[in-house]
């Protein structure tokens, strides 16, 4: 089984590990700069196991190297994200257990506010290791704090998902788990010293792994984004173009964030061999767009929650994509046990819709329930059907808005759809349909409307799947992984 140590990253020599808008760094001086933090670490007295806070509040050189130097000594990561709030942050740092906090030097006001707010376990000050935005150790202050967690070693990181209960829930990954998954993926994209892996998503979720790992694991080079240059469509292209990846891998609104800052016949950077993406159903009309801004690029859509992380795949074809038609989420990865049950439970034989259950050495405890609902067809390939647990009895029929949602979304002069469940005090549960239109509708937007909108549906789905109102936005809200935030569309 694989395990990140800094020392072994030197055997890259002289290829270069980072680049960004800091001064690309060989592999030499990033094995160097972990090392540095590793022994940071085991100075303030940081065991083998112990849980270790991360943030980056500018994502520059300091993240990748921190977390470097933290799995190479040993410790559990648990990265917090510095655009949520610092009450949140606090709790997350607290509820793991973390002995002590890697930060940038630009996050250490942050980092001082959440000791305020009880960072630590027990009330426990945490340790603080400050980098500056090279990667260099500024600073090695206090203690680890003293927590009852037992190590756990066989950990590599912790991160938090929203909670059914409505607290943030804890899932840890295995060493095992991040090597499984990082191992098969090198395999299937061909991930070679000679590519160039674009950093993408927040440590906080799962994706970010695959950038790392990949490319240190094979001596590619990480192509990281600060954070300003993920806030706008235009600097995000400038970025890609300057960086030239191969290989990129994220949610499907950052693609469309990409488009959205591209001219009319504009391609996607011709560097980019591989555009893989998972989180969330990526709208089929952006997809063919997509395809069409980079058709030397081969797509790949990949499936699982983060209990699981991705557990099948599907390379998508250029006959499948029609800009209606969602595509599947593919068959079972290789080291995926991928099965169906009904609603008793029951293994679902052959053919069939049911919930999808996964084991193998990426399900966190070695088997979940993803609440996921499914199709299996004949030929083996999954289709996703909607979550279990948005089901919902509009008017005595069970309702799945996922449904709804992809009807809307092929709506004409529609980019994004979301629909959620509220509460009405005279007719009881009803739907409620949110619609982002596409930029070349954004003049006409009277054209494209709640009512034509309602039609459009009407003319598709029984009456009770109709929501009652399709509210026509700009853009739908995000959590900070990128998703759509639906709890923040049912508060609205």
């Known amino acids: 089984m694989w395990r990140l140590r800094a020392a072994e990253l030197a055997v890259h020599g002289e290829r270069v590990a980072l680049v960004g808008v800091r001064a690309p760094i060989t592999y030499r001086v990033l094995a160097g700069r ?4 590793e ?52 709790r997350l740092a607290r509820e793991s257990c973390a002995c002590a906090v890697l930060h940038d030097d630009a996050g250490a006001a942050l980092v001082r506010e959440l000791a305020q707010r009880g960072a630590g376990a027990d009330g426990e000050p945490l340790g603080r290791i400050e980098l500056d935005q090279d990667g260099f150790v500024l600073a090695a202050l206090g203690s680890a ?34 090597d499984a998954f990082v191992s098969w993926m090198i395999e299937l994209l061909g991930i070679s010293c000679s590519d160039r892996i674009l950093r993408c998503a927040e440590l906080s979720f ?22 300003r240059e993920l806030s706008a469509a235009r600097s995000l292209g ?7 990846p191969t ?14 800052g591209l001219a009319p016949d504009e391609p996607f950077p011709a560097s980019l061999r591989a555009l893989c993406f998972a989180g969330e159903v990526f709208p089929p009309a952006a997809l063919l767009e997509l395809s069409r801004r980079a058709p030397a690029a081969r797509l790949w859509n990949l499936y699982g929650p983060t209990e699981t992380n991705v557990c099948t795949f599907h390379e998508a074809m250029p006959h499948e994509l029609d800009g209606v038609s969602e595509l599947p989420i593919g068959r079972a990865c ?3 046990d991928c099965r169906i049950v009904d609603d008793d439970g029951r293994d679902v034989a052959g053919p069939g819709i049911g919930e999808l259950c996964v084991r193998g050495p990426t399900a966190l405890g070695g088997e979940v329930h993803t609440r996921d609902r499914v199709e299996l067809r004949a030929d083996g390939v ?56 596409s930029h070349a509708s954004t003049a006409s937007q009277g054209k494209v409307d709640d009512v034509a909108l309602r039609r459009w549906l009407a003319e598709r789905l029984p009456p009770y799947m109709v929501p009652r109102v399709i509210h026509v936005v700009a853009e739908l809200p995000r959590t900070t992984t990128g998703k759509i935030d639906y709890e923040a569309l049912e508060r609205a």
Request: aromatic share 8%; charged share 20%; with cysteine.
């Open 34 to 37: 972990g090392l540095a933090v």
């Open 39 to 90: 022994d940071a670490l085991r100075g303030l007295g940081g065991r083998p196991g112990d849980r270790v806070a991360l943030l980056s509040s500018q994502r520059g050189f300091d993240e990748p190297v921190a977390l470097l130097g933290a799995l190479s000594a040993g410790a559990v990561v648990v990265p917090l994200d510095a655009s949520s709030p610092p009450e949140r942050l606090a």
């Open 145 to 178: 704090a003293q927590t009852d967690l037992a190590p756990a070693p066989e950990l590599a990181t912790v991160l938090f998902t929203s909670g059914s209960t409505g607290a943030p829930k804890p899932i840890p990954v295995s060493w095992s788990a991040h």
């Open 206 to 227: 799962d994706l970010a792994y695959f950038d790392h790992f990949a490319a240190w694991r094979t001596g590619a080079t990480l192509c990281t984004l600060a954070r």
């Open 238 to 244: 400038a970025a890609i173009a300057r960086l030239e």
């Open 247 to 260: 290989v990129a891998y994220a949610v499907p609104a950052l693609y469309t964030k990409l488009l959205s």
């Open 334 to 336: 290789p080291y995926a």
């Open 382 to 437: 999954f289709l996703f059907r909607g979550r279990l647990d948005r089901m919902r009895k509009i008017q005595g029929f069970r309702v799945d808005p996922g449904e709804v949602e992809a009807a809307l979304r092929a709506a004409p002069g529609v980019r994004e759809a979301a629909v959620v469940a509220a509460q009405h005090e005279r007719l009881g549960t009803e739907l409620v349909g949110f619609a982002a239109l």
